[in-house]
């Protein structure tokens, strides 16, 4: 079975930079995409980015600029930095896998990133 494990999420002060990692093991061995959501309290979770194999990324207005996606290229693993950290980036985050050819869903538990103004 699949298993999908995130680290890096911590508290910091604005302006301070995080970088999240993700890595998925068991029997998968090609995706579609790998990214990265978020979920505060209350609200939904959204899209933070996404990166496809040949490396076309895409991200949310709100992070665009401040945060990276990059992926390794000889495991399924996947990287978040962000840089100039905002409150309203407080939420927890998860990495997503799609694998490929059964397009299958696969996330994380979760890792939490908490900004103080």
């Known amino acids: 079975q699949v298993q999908v494990g995130e680290s890096g999420g911590g508290s910091v002060q604005a302006g301070e930079s995080l970088r999240l990692s993700c890595t998925a093991s068991?029997?998968?061995?090609?995706?579609?995409?790998m990214g990265w959501y978020r979920q505060a309290p209350g609200k939904q979770r959204e899209l933070v980015a996404v990166?496809?194999?040949?490396?076309?990324?895409n991200y949310a207005d709100s992070v665009r600029g401040r945060f990276s996606i990059s992926r390794d290229k000889t495991r399924i693993m996947v990287h978040l930095q962000m840089n100039n950290l905002r409150p309203e980036d407080t939420a927890t985050y998860y990495c997503?896998?799609?694998?490929?050819?059964?397009?299958?869903?696969?996330w994380g538990q979760g890792t939490q990133v908490t900004v103080y103004s």
């Open positions: 997503n896998i799609v694998e490929a050819g059964s397009r299958r869903n696969y």
């Open positions: 068991g029997r998968i061995f090609n995706f579609n995409s």
């Open positions: 990166i496809i194999p040949n490396g076309t990324t």
